[in-house]
């Protein structure tokens, strides 16, 4: 998992709340990445960011939303216009948008009833 | 969008055989890369090949890449109960700074 953490591992909250997934690095990476995985699925991207104050919407962002006011932090908040938010969400980095080799988190199961 | 398609979605084999998997994709790409994940975890980079390379070797992966086919497959040797795990390509479009991941091949390795 490198120098990625994210919390909690395990994530539990009522329909109709917001809730903030934390992701930090100590690996000094420009990029940044949020991917939602839904059981025996791939990854879909949902937001990216390539510097600090700047970021990007990815294939699903309806929902979420993303700040990057520091290099080392980029969270993640669920919103409740999410339909269908229950996933396991995984933040990655890398060195820059060039430099494809991206590392990834433990990864935080959300729940939401 | 789902530009990389992984086959066959599970294998099962036993310990020693060799295990291969195949990743199909759509449009031009820089590279294209492999990935590890073990339930419940992140991801593990395995291995990265370049659109201008047709092999790569890391020590019991064999990667090869074939872009007039637009597909690549991943041969892990003398396979191990640790090998245990979903496997994905990741490919990036030409042009674009991010990643696109397929399904994943789900692998067990039987001791």
């Known amino acids: 998992d490198g120098g990625i953490t994210q919390s909690p591992k395990y994530l539990f909250r009522k329909e109709g709340q917001n809730v903030t997934l934390s992701c930090e690095q100590n690996?000094?990476?420009?990029?940044m990445y949020w991917y939602r995985q839904d059981p025996g699925q791939g990854l879909r991207l949902i937001y990216y960011?390539?510097?600090?104050?700047?970021?990007q919407k990815g294939d699903i962002a309806e929902g979420y939303s993303v700040s990057r006011e520091k290099k080392e932090s980029f969270p993640l908040t669920v919103t409740s216009a999410q339909k269908n938010p229950t996933a396991f969400y995984l933040c990655?980095?890398?060195?820059?948008?060039?430099?494809?080799?991206?590392?990834f988190g433990p990864g935080t199961r959300l729940t939401v009833t | 969008s789902q530009q990389g398609e992984e086959d066959p979605q599970a294998l099962s084999i036993q310990e020693g055989e060799n295990a291969t998997m195949n990743c199909s994709y759509k449009?031009?790409?820089?590279?294209l890369q492999w990935y590890r994940q073990n339930s419940g975890r992140g991801l593990v980079h395995l291995i990265l090949?370049?659109?201008?390379?047709r092999e790569k070797h890391s020590g019991r992966l064999r990667v090869t890449l074939d872009t007039s086919k637009k597909s690549s497959s991943l041969l892990i040797t003398a396979s191990r109960a640790a090998d245990t795990a979903s496997y994905f390509c990741?490919?990036?479009?030409?042009?674009?700074?991010?990643?696109?991941f397929g399904q994943g091949t789900r692998l067990t390795i039987n001791p």
């Open positions: 449009t031009s790409i820089n590279n």
């Open positions: 690996l000094n990476h420009d990029a």
């Open positions: 990741a490919t990036d479009a030409q042009g674009a700074q991010k990643l696109v």
């Open positions: 090949i370049r659109s201008n390379e």
């Open positions: 990655a980095s890398s060195p820059t948008t060039d430099s494809y080799e991206q590392y």
């Open positions: 960011s390539q510097i600090v104050n700047d970021f």
